[in-house]
C-alpha cells in the first residue's frame, strides 16, 4: 500500500503565479478530503469528495481556490492567481465514507508564495 | 457547531516522564473521537480512537478514555520517550463515526528532552 501520494513535496512561486497541487488517494477510497495547515489557524478542512462528487466547499477561503476530481485515483487544488497569506501546507487524505473508517493523509505540499 | 479543544503547547517533559494531552469536545450528537499524531514533516496518522462513551483506545503506550460525562478525551502515556516528539491532534468525528465530519483541534506540540 503505497499511502496517499501527493505531488509536488514542496512548491515555491510568485504572488499571482497559478498553482495546482495533486493527490491520489489510496486505491479503493471512495472520500478525499484537502486540508490547509498554518501556525495561526491550524488544521482547516477545504473541501471533500465522496465518489469523485464535491459534498462540501464550505471551507475554500475564495474564488481563487478550486478543487477538482477527475476520477477515483486523482484530485488537484488550483490556486490562481496565488497570495503570499497562501503560504501553507497543503494535505491530501482519503478514507472510505462512513463507519468508523480513519482518515490517512498524505505527506503534504509546502506552498510558498513570495 | 461542533468543536475540539486541547490544550495549548508545546509541553516540555523529560524521558520516561508521565503525559497528559486534555481534550475535550462539543456534546452534539454520540460524536466518535481520535487522536492523531504527525511526526515532523509527514501528514497525520491515527494514533487510536473510541467510538463509543467509556471506551478506551490504546496503541503504542498511548491511551485515552472516551468520557461521556466530563465529554473529555485526554491523552496518557506513562513514560514517554524522545520519539514520541511530535504534534497531538485530537478530533471527533459525527455520531456515523464517518471520516465526512472530522473536526480537529488545534494540536498540541510535544517535545520530549533526553
Known amino acids: 500500500d503505497a499511502g496517499v501520494i501527493q505531488s509536488p513535496r514542496h512548491e515555491v512561486t510568485e504572488m499571482g503565479q497559478e498553482v495546482t497541487l495533486r493527490c491520489k488517494p489510496i486505491?479503493?477510497?471512495?472520500?478525499l478530503f484537502w486540508y490547509r495547515q498554518t501556525m495561526m489557524r491550524g488544521l482547516e478542512l477545504l473541501i471533500y469528495?465522496?465518489?469523485?462528487?464535491?459534498?462540501?466547499d464550505s471551507g475554500m477561503p475564495e474564488d481563487r481556490f478550486s478543487a477538482k476530481m477527475p476520477n477515483a485515483s486523482f484530485s488537484t487544488l488550483k490556486i490562481q492567481p496565488s497570495e503570499p497569506r497562501d503560504s501553507a501546507v497543503y494535505f491530501c487524505?482519503?478514507?472510505?465514507?462512513?463507519?468508523?473508517?480513519?482518515?490517512?493523509f498524505g505527506n503534504g505540499t509546502r506552498l510558498t508564495v513570495t | 457547531g461542533n468543536s475540539v479543544t486541547q490544550m495549548e503547547g508545546p509541553v516540555t517533559l523529560s524521558e520516561e516522564a508521565f503525559l497528559t494531552i486534555n481534550c475535550t469536545y462539543t456534546?452534539?450528537?454520540?460524536?466518535?473521537l481520535f487522536w492523531y499524531v504527525q511526526y515532523p514533516g509527514e501528514g497525520l496518522q491515527l494514533l487510536l480512537k473510541?467510538?463509543?462513551?467509556?471506551d478506551k483506545g490504546s496503541n503504542k503506550g498511548f491511551e485515552a478514555t472516551y468520557r461521556k460525562e466530563t465529554t473529555s478525551f485526554h491523552l496518557e502515556k506513562g513514560s514517554v520517550q524522545v520519539s514520541d516528539s511530535a504534534v497531538y491532534f485530537c478530533?471527533?468525528?459525527?455520531?456515523?463515526?464517518?471520516?465526512?465530519?472530522?473536526?480537529f483541534g488545534k494540536g498540541t506540540h510535544l517535545i520530549i528532552q533526553p
Open positions: 487524505a482519503s478514507s472510505l465514507a462512513g463507519g468508523d473508517s480513519p482518515l490517512h
Open positions: 486505491s479503493g477510497h471512495n472520500s
Open positions: 469528495f465522496n465518489n469523485n462528487v464535491p459534498i462540501d
Open positions: 456534546a452534539t450528537g454520540y460524536p466518535s
Open positions: 473510541a467510538t463509543k462513551a467509556d
Open positions: 478530533a471527533r468525528g459525527d455520531s456515523g463515526g464517518g471520516a465526512d465530519g472530522l473536526t
